[in-house]
């Protein structure tokens, strides 16, 4: 029971400013209490030394990409679709491309839908699927618009995602 007596009162110990000498007799019911006189470079009128401030500062992480459900076959309408060269301004936003195909290339199982020749600007990527003779044909695809090195492009997980133009 002594124990507890000293437990309970061990938070107002801690609250005060001034140290603190516990005296517990063996046999006393009560712990007696001392306060320690001031030290002699203390004074009452010395404010408290600062805190010091701690900055956390977070670096941005990616967000993790989410797993997506393959995207329902489209009926896209020429209307409803974006010409290619204006991708990049709809950047994460799920659309429809509309473009010539100025060529195609697989590299490995990646298949690469090319608009232009330079290699900056938006393009299709399968890596489930390949399209034979698509250059020149005029295409459209339908998908989110993300980018990949700073260049726009539609991840095309089904075949439904691309269509001839109407």
Known sequence: MKHVSVLALLPF???????????ITIGQSTP????MPPTPTSSPNVAA?????????ARPTPAPTPTRAPLPPTSSSS???IAWPDAAAHMNETT??????YGTNKSGSTFFIDFDNTRTSFYGVSFRHTWDNLKGQCVEISGRITP???????V?????QLTMCK
């Open 32 to 35: 007696t209490f001392t306060p």
């Open 13 to 23: 110990l801690l609250a005060a400013c001034a140290p603190v000498t516990i005296n």
């Open 148 to 154: 990949y090195n700073g260049r726009p492009q539609i």
């Open 49 to 57: 030394p600062p805190v010091p401030t701690v900055v956390v500062s």
């Open 156 to 160: 095309i997980e089904n075949k439904e």
């Open 79 to 81: 209307a409803s679709c």
């Open 96 to 101: 429809c491309v509309r473009g010539t195909v």
